[in-house]
């Protein structure tokens, strides 16, 4: 019932963001769109606002789903042994420098993504959107090549994004079986 709950907040709060954005983007002047390519546009709505539901969802509903386990468990660790508990507090301090460390770098990646899904999301939309030209002038080689480029920077983002996230899970691991090793230990 609690995560039916979570899951229906998280999706009317993502509804909330679309029609926002969408009725600010109808709003915007006509030299914005002359600037802008379409895809981009769409890409706003569309993978942005995907992204946001997904940090939502792995992140804030799995946040406060955590929170309320830690402390639940920590009540009762400290009841059973305090000894146990101050060891388990311990290894926080080495979990948050390992996020602290290499969270702006997830986050400046993730930035670096979404824009090469728009750039690729707007070239698309405009080859498709200007096909007939494109087949007019025999240019399908050029749009194609173009294409391929756009699709292989944005793979190279999501490759090395994939390495960094990787490597933060990696140390979130190690953590956890390291203090669980020191409560084992100790206990």
């Known amino acids: ?6 899951y229906k907040l998280l999706w009317r709060v993502i509804f909330d963001l679309r029609q926002r954005l969408n009725w600010h983007i109808q709003r915007l002047s ?5 600037k802008q390519r379409t895809g981009r546009l769409v ?20 946040l406060i789903l955590d929170f309320f386990t830690i402390i639940v ?14 060891i388990s507090v311990c290894v926080i301090p080495v979990y948050v420098f390992a996020f602290r460390r290499y ?8 930035k ?6 728009a750039i ?25 090549a173009r294409f391929t480029q756009d699709n ?16 933060i899970q990696s140390v979130t691991v190690a953590v956890v079986y390291i203090s669980n090793a020191l409560l084992l230990g100790a206990g």
Request: proline share 0%; aromatic share 8%; net charge positive.
């Open 1 to 6: 019932i609690q995560v039916r709950l979570l």
């Open 30 to 34: 006509l030299g914005f769109y002359a």
């Open 43 to 62: 890409s706003r709505i569309i993978s942005d606002i995907n992204q946001v539901s997904q940090l939502i969802n792995q992140g804030g509903v799995v």
């Open 73 to 86: 468990v920590s009540v009762i660790l400290c009841l059973m042994s305090w000894q146990l508990f101050v």
């Open 103 to 110: 969270n702006h770098l997830i986050r400046r990646m993730s």
């Open 112 to 117: 670096q993504v979404q824009r090469r899904v």
């Open 120 to 144: 690729m999301s707007g070239g698309i939309a405009e080859r498709l959107s200007g096909i007939s030209v494109v087949q007019a002038f025999a240019a399908e080689q050029n749009e194609q």
């Open 152 to 167: 292989q920077l944005y793979t190279e983002k999501v490759l090395k994004q994939a390495w960094f996230s990787a490597i």
